[in-house]
């Protein structure tokens, strides 16, 4: 489905900030959110286009819904665990393209944004879903 590899430039700054200045960083832990996207004008910045259509809400995944690639393996991947399913569409008519996480149900910090194979629209009474582990986070 997506493969996101585009941390953005908040989420890049917290995390040298914390490892190399030693200034505090909290993990989202359970404070992670997955938002749909009609368009992306800057993936670094966080700078998209959130979807809009009648009943979305951008989705919680919890910490224990995330599995981690096995730390003896060179990959730095996490995928999500269970499906991630957003509220059917009361109406309007939306092109998703990408799928980013943030640490807040509204506002927030975007944290990570990626492209999905392919566009997909979302009419009225269509219900977008992510299957399980067909969400990826790769950190190169």
């Not at 489905?1 to 993990?27: D, R």
């Not at 665990?81 to 996480?101: D, K, R, Y």
């Amino acid at each position: 489905m997506a493969t996101t590899n585009a941390a953005t430039t908040y989420l890049e700054h917290a995390l040298i900030n914390h490892i190399f200045k030693g200034t505090a960083f909290t993990s989202p832990g359970n404070n992670i959110y997955v938002g749909l996207a009609t368009a992306v004008s800057d993936a670094e910045a966080g700078s998209v286009t959130e979807a809009s259509f009648t009943n979305y809400a951008r989705q919680q995944v919890t910490a224990a819904n995330w599995t981690l690639a096995s730390s003896s393996t060179d990959a730095q991947t996490v995928n999500n665990t269970n499906n991630v399913e957003f509220p059917a569409s009361g109406g309007t008519t939306q092109t998703i393209t990408h799928v980013f996480l943030a640490d807040a149900s509204s506002s927030g910090n975007i944290l990570f944004v990626g492209a999905l194979d392919s566009s997909r629209q979302i009419a009225s009474g269509d219900i977008f879903r992510i299957n399980a582990t067909n969400l990826t986070i790769e950190l190169k």
